[in-house]
């Protein structure tokens, strides 16, 4: 008999499919990431529910669909170098990580990015570096990068950062408007750099980013 988790996981794939979600390395990143690792322990048994989840210190896990879909539209390549600003529960870093060269991810919590290292190392992945600070900026010392992901919610994205991706990168990254919703947005560096579009693909919720002063 399988097990419920096998199944539940089983279903959480069917229903990203059903969404949208239509890359089969995506898809079997997020099939082959255990999500119950990097929540907290009473809530397991939400951990192949499509929902956002708490992890402590006013955060949030992202819904695996939202992390699907920031994944797959970041068309990632196995020769990617990817800056992640929120590390939080570390969960789509780890997704990421599969996927690309190398991961560099910064989170302002200590121990939420603690917590993440743990789960990094229990499953092995060796291709990512962590730090404690502010991402706002970015992480210029390690740039260019191939792709950027800010995984908290800003109204604008610093010029700084968008110089720090390599020509043919991408950013995406919720952006909050003065009504105070917030929309998903991709931007596509282009090689003259000043006719570069955000392409908006939906609404979203996320927790905002906050700068240390
Ligand atoms: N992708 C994460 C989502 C984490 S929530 C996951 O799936 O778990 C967003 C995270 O951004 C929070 O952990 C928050 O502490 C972090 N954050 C907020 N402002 C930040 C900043 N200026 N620099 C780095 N991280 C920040």
């Known amino acids: 008999m399988r097990n419920i988790k096998e199944e539940e996981k089983a279903n959480l794939i069917m229903s990203l499919r059903s969404m949208g979600i239509i890359s089969y390395e995506v898809l079997s990143a997020i099939e082959n990431t255990p999500r119950e690792i990097f929540i907290p322990k009473h809530l397991s048994h939400y951990a192949y529910e499509n929902r956002a989840l708490p992890i402590g210190f006013n955060q949030t896990i992202s819904q695996p669909y939202i992390v699907a879909l920031m994944t797959e539209k970041l068309s990632l390549r196995p020769d990617d170098i990817v ?5 939080g529960s570390g969960y789509q870093t780890a997704i990421i990580s599969k996927l690309v060269r190398k991961v560099y991810t910064i989170e302002r919590i200590n121990p939420l990015l603690v917590a993440a290292k743990s789960c990094f190392k229990k499953l092995r992945l060796t291709n990512i570096v962590s730090k404690i600070d502010d991402g706002f900026l970015g992480w210029s010392n390690m740039s260019p990068f191939d792709k950027i ?3 908290c919610s800003l109204s604008t994205v610093h010029e700084d950062l968008l110089y720090q991706l390599n020509v043919g990168g991408k950013c995406i990254a ?10 998903l947005k991709c931007i596509t560096i ?5 006719d570069d579009y955000w ?3 939906c609404e979203v919720k996320f927790v905002p980013l906050i700068r240390n002063n």
């Open 83 to 87: 800056l992640e600003i929120g590390t």
């Open 149 to 151: 992901i800010i995984t």
């Open 174 to 183: 919720p952006i909050r408007k003065n009504s105070g919703k917030q929309l």
């Open 190 to 194: 282009s090689n003259k750099r000043d």
């Open 199 to 201: 392409e908006e693909i």
